[in-house]
Structures are given as structure tokens and as C-alpha cells.
């Protein structure tokens, strides 16, 4: 009985640790998901434009006013200079 004993918790211990290195490792990588994505498809990242920067919340008014069946639901508070700030806009 003590073998099975020890059997079963060594088993366990090592299925909870192999799942506690995998959580850990996956938050790892979701904590850098930004810098990831940046490094990894930057061309999406880039912005050439001739004209002036407009505000966050003016370019939300804008889209808003442009098509009444959008509804902004983000907007940054800080956009880096050659950066797009994407907001999220659902139609409904």
C-alpha cells in the first residue's frame, strides 16, 4: 500500500509541476505579447503619412460620424510618433 502510496504521489507531483512550468511559461510569453507582435510583424506597425496627427478622441468622433453603426469602444491614451493607434470598433 505504501509503494502505491508513493507512486501515485510522485505521478502527481510531477503532472502538477509539468503543468505549473507550462502556465508559467505561456504567462511569460503573453506578458511580452506587444513587443512580440511588434518584433514579429513590424511592417503592421508602421505609419507613413503626410498629414497631421490627430487626437485620440477626435479620430473617434470621426469614425463614429463616418459610420453611424460604429461605436469606438477603446481609445489610447498614448500613441508613439511613427506608431498606429489601432482602436476597436464593433458595428451593431
Sequence with gaps: MRTL???IHRWAG???ALF???SGLTGAVVSWDHELD???NGHLF???TSGPSLLSLDLAAR???ADPRA???FVPLHAEPG???SSACSHG
Design 5 to 7: 502510496g508513493v507512486w
Design 14 to 16: 510531477l503532472t502538477t
Design 20 to 22: 505549473l512550468f507550462m
Design 38 to 40: 511588434e518584433w514579429l
Design 46 to 48: 508602421d505609419v507613413h
Design 63 to 65: 469614425i463614429e460620424a
Design 71 to 73: 461605436r469606438v469602444s
Design 83 to 85: 506608431h498606429h493607434s
